[in-house]
């Protein structure tokens, strides 16, 4: 039995780790966290001093046995979670839940997974930082707090089901405002000038006037100015400049590239990011510094020298801009600067490529730069037009990494040919052409990650969770908008006349960025309008400067929680029961034929337009919105035309065909199929011969290309790109096949490699039971029941599994049946509530 017990949190790291160690270490994992507050009550003692009532999870329960078993036979346990407030929670857990003697437990942290660095840890150990812990209890039961009593609030005065959370609900609102913004924002137009011109070298290059014009006529009136036009070189300048490397990644920085660069979400950035530190390839993936340690800049020093020449290197430190910087980590950098690239996942090794070069580049010389400007004179008017060059002579940095940036109209300066003052210049053409200012861009995940930090909301490790949750929650939704087309004009002075010409272009386009549903901002209109202080910017940013306080032990934290509440759990039981119920509704006008007021509003099953009221002697009748449609900005004749769906086409084959609006976009209804309209496509410009057309090709798509084992082959393309579909079974067909031209035995060894792989994932199969155990994704298990999918920890020995045990986990997982309360139960609570209402 090893004498020392090693406790990380996951097991990729485990593995590397007892690479590092001897044998006298046995490494295990805790897998995240081992205790947390219960999931089916508040769990914080609100009435009292706030003590949280941490629990170990069920699914947690056989390990923690096991891990409190190893502790007793081992002579010194070491903690080894990761280092940050999260991981000091979690060895505090630890040495709480398995009843740990503080004489031979240790507590060590490192930032790297490397063998110098694990054993610097071990030859450095410490004790809990309860502070740290303090900080991280105060986050989780804040937090807590806040959606605990706000969610029930949403459920009754909105829509069941929804939530919300001190920093989700903060994001959610960046969004909402930036989209009104977009909404409310009214082009103007002006007329910039462009031209070209060519040097008595025979060299063209291009030119800018600096000012706009404001009107067609002032732009003409210009251009005519310049039909007979001679010019020249009025001024000349060339002047030195540098350009500076950026610092090495934070977590923030490194989401941000990572969207520009490789198109990754913030998410899988820090999937990919992970998975790097724990092979011990990166240091650790959650900070806000951006120093490098004397011992990362001398190798990234000797790289430099040794791959690019002495000229290229210059040592750097750097300081961080973030409010309420985290622990004193390193940033993000390779473990060894001497690997410039890592043969292991694609997406993972592209990673290690932008973090490899942001961070030798942070370590190298100044760019040298010579910038040149040029003015141009016209021997008939007073303005001149510019031109801005730029000539790297000496690439220092830039040999490695150029930063990317978020602003979609920069533009790059380029070379100028030789010049000199008083050269005579050819005009080639000058364009005068109309351009609309811009409304504020929707945010990425990325510029939204940017946002946040400038505002001083969260820390690293909430910037991923926040943006995934507002998304699973359905508040917002990545945008699918194409764009829409729109004219302007283009002024063309060539060969001594004006051409006046009408060109298209594509505007709005917004695929990937982040727009609110109307859920998303019926809800922040909610929020904002009875809990300004919890949507207050500056409100959530001086909580983290106080968990910043708890965590350096300036503040008690339990003080802060006490001082929170007291101002927060009174307005929540006012609104509670004076509060107005809240559904966005917008009153858009009268059917003429009826008189019935028209109006859109939430409904039980999303937004809809309502043709009626209540008090009409009639019911109110309803349509629900199109995928692309919002609350917010129908018109009226929008609204109105969804009254005219579902629209009957006629018949086909006996069979009934209508063409109607869906949850997931329009659709023609064939029988019982339902057939997807093209993007975009108006489901009231839908007549028969187009839906027969549709069908015709689903049939076709649908039709058996192969029958196998007496059951027909189907194809088909879905989320997961194309696969075939045999006896309920859907099969993905990889690269190795070329999908349109599939041959028969290709079905038959793609059926038959599907069969064994259903019949290989099976653990335990109680037939007479109707229960399986089966193999899932990423090393887990599924138990298996009727309709009824329950997915097992990772903790989990499924092999080992008895059939009473999975019955025993299928009842603890089963839903509680709702029971009905008598009216007689009613009575007295409305009267506590009205004498709680008095007090």
């Not at 050269?423 to 990325?446: D, G, H, M, V, W």
């Not at 007291?566 to 009153?587: L, M």
């Not at 027969?692 to 997961?720: C, N, S, W």
């Not at 989990?796 to 839903?815: G, H, Q, S, Y």
Request: no cysteine; net charge neutral.
């Amino acid at each position: 039995m090893a004498k020392n017990l090693v406790i990380v949190e996951s097991p990729a790291k485990a593995k590397t780790i007892e690479k590092f160690l001897g044998k006298d270490f046995k490494v295990e994992s805790s897998f995240g966290h081992i205790a947390d507050l219960p999931s089916k009550e508040l769990g914080v003692d609100v009435e009292g001093d706030f003590d949280p009532k941490y629990e170990v999870s069920t699914d947690k329960k056989a390990l923690v046995k096991k891990l409190k078993a190893l502790a007793k036979k081992a002579e010194t346990v070491w903690l080894a979670s990761d280092e940050d407030r999260e991981g000091e929670a979690i060895a505090w857990h630890l040495a709480e839940s398995l009843e740990l003697d503080k004489a031979k437990t240790k507590r060590i942290v490192f930032h790297e997974i490397t063998k110098s660095a694990i054993q610097k840890a071990v030859e450095n150990p410490r004790t809990i930082d309860y502070d740290l812990v303090d900080a991280q209890q105060a986050r989780r039961v804040l937090d807590r707090i806040v959606g605990y009593e706000l969610s029930p609030v949403l459920w009754r005065k909105v829509k069941g089901g929804l939530s919300a959370g001190r920093v989700q609900s903060v994001s959610v609102r960046l969004i909402v405002e930036r989209e009104r913004e977009i909404n409310d924002f009214k082009p103007e137009a002006s007329y910039k000038v462009d031209a070209e011109f060519t040097t008595t070298e025979g060299v063209s290059f291009k030119a800018r006037l600096p000012k706009a014009f404001s009107t067609k006529k002032e732009a003409q009136d210009f251009l005519n100015k310049n039909a007979d036009a001679k010019f020249n070189v009025g001024d000349l300048t060339q002047k030195p400049a540098k350009k500076s490397p950026a610092a090495p990644f934070t977590t923030s920085t490194l989401q941000q590239e990572a969207s520009r660069k490789l198109y990754f979400s913030v998410s899988k950035t820090m999937t990919m990011a992970q998975r790097l530190y724990e092979a011990g390839l990166i240091t650790y993936m959650r900070t806000d510094s951006v120093n490098l340690s004397d011992e990362a800049r001398k190798g990234a020093k000797n790289e430099i020298v040794s791959a690019y020449g002495k000229e290229f290197a210059q040592e750097r430190n750097y300081k961080g801009k973030s409010k309420g910087a985290q622990e004193a980590h390193e940033a993000i950098r390779p473990t060894d600067f001497a690997t410039h690239s890592v043969n292991i996942d694609r997406d993972q090794a592209r990673l290690y490529d932008l973090i490899w070069k942001r961070a030798i580049a942070s370590q190298m010389s100044d760019a040298k730069l010579e910038r040149t400007n040029v003015k141009i004179d016209a021997n008939t008017h007073n303005e001149n037009f510019t031109a801005n060059g730029e000539v790297i002579k000496f690439e220092g940095f830039l040999k490695v990494y150029l930063e990317g940036t978020d602003d979609e109209d920069l533009e790059q300066e380029g070379m100028l040919p030789a010049m000199k003052v008083g050269e005579t210049l050819l005009n080639k053409y000058i364009t005068a052409t109309e351009r609309f200012t811009r409304a504020p861009y929707r945010y990425t995940e990325a510029s939204l990650v940017k946002k946040l930090e400038e505002l001083g909301i969260g820390r690293p490790s909430t910037y991923a969770p926040t943006i995934s949750t507002i998304q699973n929650r359905n508040y917002v939704e990545k945008g699918s908008v194409d764009g829409v087309e729109r004219d302007y004009t283009q002024l063309v002075l060539e060969d001594g006349s004006v051409k006046d010409n009408t060109l298209t272009e594509k505007v709005g386009s917004d695929k990937g960025k982040l727009v609110p549903t109307d859920i998303g901002m019926i809800v922040t209109d909610f929020l904002v309008n009875h809990f300004e202080s919890i949507l207050d910017y500056n409100f959530t940013a001086k909580v983290e400067d106080e968990f910043d306080d708890i965590a350096e032990g300036k503040q008690d934290w339990k003080k802060m929680m006490k001082s929170f509440y007291t101002k927060f759990h009174p307005v929540v039981e006012d609104v509670r029961e004076n509060a107005d119920r809240e559904s966005g509704e917008r009153i858009l006008g009268e059917d003429p034929k009826t008189g019935k007021q028209v109006s859109v509003r939430l409904g039980k099953f999303g937004p809809m337009v309502q043709m009626g009221t209540v008090d009409d002697e009639e019911k109110p009748t309803f349509a629900s919105l199109g995928p692309d449609q919002q609350l917010g900005t129908i018109t009226y004749e929008e609204a109105m035309d969804l009254f005219k769906l579902p629209k009957a086409l006629g018949q086909y084959k006996g069979e009934e065909v209508e063409v109607n609006n869906g949850r997931f976009g329009p659709y023609v209804k064939y029988g019982k199929k339902f057939i997807s309209l093209a993007p975009g496509q108006d489901p009231l410009s839908v007549e028969m011969d187009d839906a027969i057309e549709l069908i015709k090709e689903k049939e076709i798509a649908d039709a058996p290309i192969y029958e196998y084992k007496g059951h027909g082959v189907t194809k088909g393309k879905g989320r997961f790109g194309p696969f075939i579909k045999w006896n309920d079974l859907f099969i993905n067909v990889n690269k190795k096949y070329d999908w349109d031209n599939l041959t028969n035995a290709e079905i038959e060894e793609l059926i038959d490699a599907k069969i064994q792989k259903e019949i290989d994932k099976v653990v335990h199969n109680w037939e007479e039971e109707g229960i399986r155990v089966e193999k899932a994704r990423w090393g887990r298990h599924n138990i298996l029941k009727g309709k009824t999918k329950i997915e097992l920890p990772k903790t989990v020995d499924a092999a080992a599994l008895t059939l009473e045990e999975v019955k025993d986990i299928i009842e603890k997982n089963a839903p509680k049946k709702k029971t009905k309360k008598s009216a007689a139960k009613k009575k007295p609570a409305a009267k506590k509530k009205t004498t709680t209402k008095k007090k």
